[in-house]
């Protein structure tokens, strides 16, 4: 399965971005889905998760009330809808698909993503 994330960008703090992740050669319908984040010289960070259905949710408490993410396994696609974004969200982020169990971990997460660059001023 591959991963192709997008919609990062430059955005001033306060402001909104709406990342995407386009999942190709299998259905989305098996995968749990997630996003995490890599700061320069720190390491990947888990940002949130989403179950098969989309009914099970896991944020980071660092995001909670601000990004929401979404799945449309019918368009094959994952959504992280980013509001109030702070200069410490800037980062790479990274969709993830795992095959099991929805988790925070990123070695569960088995396909990855090339990795979209976000990038919040102050």
């Known amino acids: 399965v591959q991963l192709q994330a997008s919609g990062g960008g430059l955005v001033q703090a306060g402001g909104s971005l709406r990342l995407s992740c386009v999942v190709s050669g299998r259905t989305l319908s098996p995968y749990v889905m997630g996003w995490f984040r890599q700061a320069p010289g720190k390491e990947r960070e888990f940002v949130v998760a989403i179950n098969r259905s989309g009914g099970t949710k896991l944020y980071a408490d660092s995001v909670t009330g601000r990004f929401t993410i979404s799945r449309d396994n019918a368009k094959n696609t994952v959504d992280l809808q980013m509001n109030s974004l702070k200069p410490e969200d800037t980062a790479v982020y990274y969709c993830?698909?795992?095959?099991?169990?929805?988790?925070?971990?990123?070695?569960?997460?088995?396909?990855w993503g090339q990795g979209t660059l976000v990038t919040v001023s102050s």
């Open positions: 993830a698909a795992a095959s099991e169990f929805i988790s925070r971990r990123p070695s569960d997460y088995g396909y």
